[in-house]
């Protein structure tokens, strides 16, 4: 049977081609050629669509006001605004399109700037075309990757890998923002502030720097997108970079607009110049190394000279909404997010590498975002589009979802991979121990979209303890949650160098210091309102060692925590039997079903007692010290909680 079957198949294309009779045998039976030239061939293979011109080949509505023609004139014009030298007080003059590509558009916008007197303005700048590859689509980013950057590669599955050069990581010392009159009111600054001043002089120089840079290139990436899934307090941004990993990072990790959102986007809310690959100049004042990451918040602007680690984009723009949300009594969050079945959502603090992106992809629950998010009035809202996930050491056993939405589409950045096979070794940490993957958020199955959800039930903090001194679990009550949120500790293990470490504690107000942009107690004190206001419990999650201290205890097995995680997103926890640890105060359960009831308390499971103690208390006393600078604030309106928070800590 199945064999006539297949025979059937051949036959009838045999058949076709001796349709004409003539005793030839032709190969090109079917339908007549099209084309009657190889361009033109070419010319059929792609379909005119919307991405890289979402304005023109749309239909236009019957109701729009300005014709197609106009429309994509506006767009140009405004994307020739955004890359105007403000010296020159001219915009370069912007053609859409790849100039590698005959079909580039030839319309062709640009912008002078008449709010100066007018002033000699030729430059060879001038000249030239400054063409603009506008929120191309991944398949379009991954052709320019890999035609034109250095390192970039397809992986095995299909993602594509890049390298972010000779940054790794974020530069917080060289994060620098504007001082004017009200950000000098308005925003954290001195002491343990990440805000390090600049003047809007010196601003203007770097943002020239940046822009001639980008104007001199034969073509820049233009993103145009959003941020914060609150349909109410969504944030226009865009994106103006010279490299095609940067503008793909982008795209998964904002909310990608919808062709209708595009041709309606009009004037970005706030803008990046990514000009990564050229340093800043040295010479000019508040630049202390070759890299600058500037923040104006009265221009809407943000510059990147000197680092070409994508993560500073992303982190950039959540300081940004630090900034905006508060104003709108919206609390920020560097928290991962995620719900039940039946609507119950936790919220997962914790600084870098603590686990809030592994704990908040998790296959029993909804994903709503894992890094960035705001809490409102009417509940919670992801900042973002996609996920940045660590992947060093990733397994396809221990965490399934991750491991499956690194796919097309997704980059991976500094990851080593096999010359031939292209497939990656996820432990190879020769490039940088940071390598990440950053993908679109429904490239998790278990997504919620849009990602936004009701009131938190759940506030976990996670700390990776890499002294073996806090329990797995406990549960805070209000005031040991901001006890614990303002002081936002960690200690994770410097590298992997060989010998054993001392670890590192770090203690990052709001378990962000990096992002936030006014004082800490601004956000606590909305954190402990709307937890009151919500009844949402607090819990402290040890991710890091247990039976002793980096180099003797190990880390928590990450399936004995996804255990704890359950128990307390299941209520199990809520109504445990409580006993109270010594020096921390802190309520850990007697039992969690499926876990080994002496690794609750820590102590049982250091050998070494004396060494136990002693260790215990060399961790307070850093939290005491830590919160000193904290001791002269009041938190909200309410005295008494404040006086309650500073007695929440350790007491030894
Ligand atoms: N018990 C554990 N809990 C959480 N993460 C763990 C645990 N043990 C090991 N890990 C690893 O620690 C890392 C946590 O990183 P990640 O979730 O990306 O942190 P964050 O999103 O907070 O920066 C992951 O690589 C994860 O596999
Ligand atoms: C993106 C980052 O955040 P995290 O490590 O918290 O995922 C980062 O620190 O660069
Ligand atoms: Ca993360
Ligand atoms: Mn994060």
Redesign the pocket.
């Known amino acids: 049977m199945a064999d006539s079957i297949i025979s059937n198949g051949f036959a009838k294309k045999i058949n076709t081609s001796t349709k004409q009779g003539n005793g030839v045998c032709h190969d090109d039976s079917s339908s007549p050629i099209k084309a009657q030239t190889i361009d033109e061939l070419h010319s059929l293979q792609k379909k005119r669509s919307t991405p890289t011109t979402p304005i023109g080949s749309a239909p236009s509505s019957a109701f729009s006001l300005i014709t197609e023609e106009d429309r994509q004139r506006q767009q140009l014009q405004s994307i020739s605004a955004t890359l105007a030298s403000l010296t020159r007080e001219t915009g370069p003059k912007v053609v859409k399109g790849d100039p590698a590509r005959k079909e580039t558009s030839t319309k062709v916008a640009h912008v002078a700037h008449h709010q100066y007197a007018p002033a000699i303005n030729i430059s060879d700048s001038s000249l030239k075309f400054t063409h603009v590859l506008y929120n191309l689509s991944p398949a379009e980013l991954y052709e320019q990757a890999i035609r034109y950057e250095k390192g970039s590669f397809l992986t095995s599955v299909g993602a594509l890998a890049t390298l972010s050069g000779a940054k790794t ?2 530069s917080p010392k060289d994060k620098r923002v504007v001082k004017d009159e009200n950000t000098e009111r308005e925003l954290w600054w001195g002491k343990g502030s990440p805000n390090i001043e600049m003047d809007e002089h010196t601003f203007m120089i770097n943002r020239e720097r940046a822009v001639d840079y980008l104007n001199s290139l034969d073509k820049v990436f233009v993103n145009d997108q959003f941020l914060n899934w609150d349909p109410e307090n969504k944030i226009k941004v865009r994106i103006v970079s010279a490299r095609a990993y940067h503008s793909l990072f982008m795209h998964n990790m904002c909310i990608r607009p919808t062709e209708e959102e595009l041709e309606n986007f009009g004037t970005p809310d706030f803008t990046i110049y990514n000009a990564g690959q050229f340093p800043c100049n040295r010479f000019t004042h508040y630049m202390t190394s070759s890299t600058s990451i500037d923040v104006n918040l009265a221009r809407k602007e943000m510059v990147i000279l000197g680092t070409q ?1 994508a ?2 984009m ?2 950039g723009l959540f300081s940004l909404m630090h900034y905006l949300m508060p104003k709108r009594h919206i609390l920020s969050l ?1 928290s991962g997010c995620n719900m039940g079945k039946d609507g119950d959502v936790a919220l997962f603090f ?5 686990g ?2 592994t704990l908040s992809t998790d296959h029993n629950r909804y994903l709503i975002g ?2 960035e998010h705001c809490w409102s009035n009417n509940g919670v809202s992801n900042i973002e589009g996609g996920c ?3 992947c060093i050491d990733l397994s396809r056993e221990k965490e399934p979802d991750i491991w499956n939405a690194i796919k097309f589409g997704t980059v991976l950045e500094n990851v080593v991979f096999d010359e031939h096979t292209r497939e990656v070794d996820y432990s190879d940490n020769s490039v940088t121990e ?1 390598t ?1 993957a950053a993908y679109p958020i429904e490239y998790i199955p278990n997504a919620l979209i849009p990602c936004v959800g009701p009131h938190p039930k759940n506030v976990i903090l996670l700390a990776c303890d890499a002294f073996g001194v806090l329990p797995p679990v406990s549960k805070l009550s209000l005031a040991q949650t901001m006890y614990h949120f303002i002081s936002g500790y960690t200690a994770l293990v410097a590298g992997t160098e060989d010998g054993i470490k001392e670890p590192q504690a770090t203690f990052s107000a709001c378990f ?1 210091a ?1 992002f936030i942009m006014l004082h800490p107690t601004k956000y606590a004190a909305m954190l402990a309102e709307k937890m009151q206001n919500h009844g949402a419990t607090g819990w402290l999650v040890n991710t890091g060692w247990s039976g002793g201290r980096y180099g003797y205890g190990s880390r928590i097995k990450l399936s004995y925590t996804r255990k704890i995680i359950d128990a307390i997103h299941s209520g199990e926890l809520l109504n445990a039997n409580y006993c109270k640890t010594k020096v921390f105060g802190l309520e850990i359960p007697t039992a969690i079903e499926g876990i080994p009831s002496e690794i609750l308390d820590p102590m049982n499971t250091w050998p070494d007692k004396d060494a136990y103690d002693e260790t215990l208390l060399k961790l307070a006393n850093l939290f005491k010290n830590n919160f000193e600078t904290f001791t002269n604030y009041k938190i909200g309106e309410d005295n008494s909680l404040t006086e309650e928070i500073l007695a929440a800590g350790p007491i030894f």
């Open positions: 990581g974020r680690y993560g500073e992303k982190k560097h914790g600084l870098s590498g603590t809030k992106t894992d890094d940045y996930a660590k940071n990440r962000g990096a």
